[in-house]
């Protein structure tokens, strides 16, 4: 009966699933206890080359004809069986969020326990506002490869759909039904794999990051992505959080996208928050929102992802990392959201509640991923005492795959190599290992052991992997030695940017931080022997102030690579060596510098 919790045991049709990533990937389309046929989408939906898995359309149901609704609280008159939101790791419901409409597929726990007073109840399959497109009556609602636990006083809604769940359950759960079954997940568990190999493929390809077609420039309160204007695919890569100066919200803007093409946004890099007020209610007049069902934001490498900000994000994410661990507190996501790791819905500190994830499809055209075996082999590094020759654990690895031609490892600059997936950290023997394609791979040492220093240079390598060694592998030891007293000593290096003319504070100027590490004088960002940069960009704060905390004694130089509206980047655009010492680390190292305005109107020509 609905509204009251009970459990029983129930068979589950299984479909063999491929683990291998093809175009055209086995539909995956469950309803209730059997597999029903998706049929042809409408001729206006039809993909080429779509998510893994049949994922992204609608799939009847009764799907919309055309574009799902806006955001609404009218009646429910489409229904749609396509899964909306996918955990690969656990879900978890905190703070004040609400509702996640459609299908909700966890292959691990499903954790709720909200905050007190935020109201007790989170829904899934419909939601109050959202597409109001909701799962067919008596379908799947919410499937759980794990546990269910739903705090104390609090409900769990999935009033007219079906909870199944492998694990146990415990707490309040109103439901159509609710069903114990051991094999509850095991139709989507090949889909992590296949999201896995579909992000890293869609963002680097065969050959290294994916080339892009457009460009995407931070500064001046917003990211701006301009496309090309033909191709039918938009690429833009973005290595740089999408939040504004001091970590706040920024506005996210389209230029140049032709009617109909697919937009894939790549967000490089292993920690990554999107801060953004864009995106709105009203599908007529928020440009973000037509893009939105031919929008995808995917994460490859990220483990630390946060997505937040008071706007309607529009657009399907996906996750690629198994071991991320993704937080969501806009109030609405607007498309379909798949993370192969593990995603906590929740509120923003101090803010108000009510979090959704919207029912949205994505219908995009997607690159060709090939269904080919790939030939891997594991890379290694063993850490060391250099003394004693004793494991060292705690050790932190980044692995850098050779991309750019250019001998050595490069990890900044003009045309860097290709990190490949997230930092591995050292266990109790003392090694980290990947399995990598063939290719040739440096490991770079980014913290040493509690107690050691880190060596220099921190890279080790190249490892080849070759169709010959791929069966035993590569490896390689790096040794530490024991910190001196002045190992620990470190500095901050303050920017301060004001108008030449006015002395007053100028916001938005961005600067990167180089290291000196290859003993050449002057500054060397590309090339075989680079210097090392230091961190992502800094942009100044409405006081002009930008600040490069915690770095170790050494020389450095600040680059200028963006300026306010209406300014001139300097010329040149490097200053210093400016040197952290023992005697000024206490209070740091404080940067003078000025722009002139730009009489000509353009923004970005040189002084």
């Known amino acids: 009966m609905p509204g009251m919790f009970h459990t029983h045991r129930a068979g589950r ?41 049949g994922l992204g359309p609608c799939v009847p149901g009764n799907c919309p004809p055309g574009p799902y609704p806006p955001i609404d609280n009218g009646s429910i008159v489409f229904r749609d069986n396509a899964i909306n939101v996918f955990a690969g790791g656990d879900f978890r419901v905190r703070g004040s969020a609400a509702e996640a409409e459609g299908r909700v597929v966890v292959l691990g726990d499903f954790d709720q326990d909200k905050a007190d007073g935020a109201g007790g109840a989170y829904n899934v399959g419909e939601a109050g506002v959202g597409s109001r497109v909701a799962p067919p009556v008596g379908s799947d609602w919410l499937t759980t490869g794990g546990g269910i636990t739903i705090g104390a006083g609090e409900r769990l809604l999935a009033e007219q759909g079906v909870v199944r769940h492998a694990g146990a359950a415990s707490g309040t759960i109103t439901a159509q039904d609710v069903t114990e079954d051991p094999d509850a997940a095991a139709p989507y568990t090949a889909l992590r794999g296949q999201l896995n190999a579909a992000s890293q493929c869609y963002a680097h390809g065969e050959d290294g990051t994916r080339t892009p077609t457009g460009t995407a420039v931070h500064g001046g309160g917003e990211t701006v992505f301009t496309g090309d204007g033909t191709s039918a695919l938009q690429v833009f890569n973005v290595d740089f959080d999408l939040a504004g100066a001091s970590g706040g919200q920024e506005g996210i803007r389209f230029l140049n996208i032709p009617d109909g093409a697919t937009v894939l946004v790549n967000v490089l890099g292993t920690q990554r928050v999107v801060n953004t007020y864009s995106g709105g209610i009203d599908d007529a007049t928020d440009p973000l929102n037509r893009l939105r069902e031919r929008l995808l934001w995917n994460f490859p490498d990220a483990t630390d992802v946060e997505i937040k900000g008071t706007g309607q994000f529009q657009g399907s994410v996906l996750i690629g990392q198994n071991a991320s661990d993704t937080t969501v507190s806009v109030p609405g996501i607007n498309g379909r959201f798949f993370t192969t790791g593990s995603l906590t819905h929740t509120s923003a500190k101090g803010g108000g509640g009510g979090q959704e994830f919207h029912n949205y499809p994505f219908v995009g055209d997607l690159p060709e991923c090939g269904a080919e075996p790939t030939v891997t082999g594991t890379v290694e590094v063993a850490k060391k005492d250099a003394e004693g020759g004793k494991a060292l654990s705690g050790a932190v690895f980044e692995l850098w795959q ?47 052991p509690n107690g050691y220093a880190l060596p220099s240079p921190a890279s080790f390598g190249p490892l080849v992997v070759t169709a010959q060694n791929a069966g035993d592998g590569v490896k390689v030891t790096a040794k530490n030695k024991k910190k001196t007293p002045n190992d620990d000593t470190r ?56 600040d490069f905390t915690d770095q170790p ?47 000509t109107g353009k923004k970005g020509s040189r002084s």
């Open 402 to 448: 050779e991309t750019n031609g250019v001998p050595g490892v490069q990890t900044s600059g003009d045309s860097p190599d290709t990190q490949v997936g997230a930092p591995c950290t050292t266990d109790g023997q003392g090694e980290c290992n990947r399995t990598v394609p063939l290719g040739t791979y440096y490991w770079v040492e980014t913290k040493a």
């Open 491 to 546: 500095g901050d290096l303050h920017v301060r940017k004001t108008d030449r003319t006015t002395g007053r504070p100028l916001a938005g100027a961005v600067f990167e931080l180089w290291r000196e590490t290859n003993g050449k004088d002057g500054l060397q960002t590309a090339g075989a022997d680079p210097d090392t940069r230091r961190g992502q960009g800094c942009a100044t704060d409405s006081q002009g102030r930008c």
């Open 553 to 599: 004694l050494d020389s450095y130089y600040l680059r200028e690579t963006a300026v306010p509206d209406g300014y001139r980047l300097p010329s040149p655009s490097v200053t210093g060596p400016y040197r952290l010492t023992k005697e000024n680390a206490g209070k740091g190292v404080t940067v003078r510098l000025s722009n002139v305005r730009d009489d």
């Open 13 to 53: 049709l299984l479909t063999t699933l491929s683990c291998a990533f093809v175009a055209a990937s086995v539909p995956l389309f469950p309803s209730g206890n059997a597999f029903a046929s998706a049929g042809d989408p409408p001729a206006d939906r039809a993909v080429a080359a779509p998510l893994p898995g």
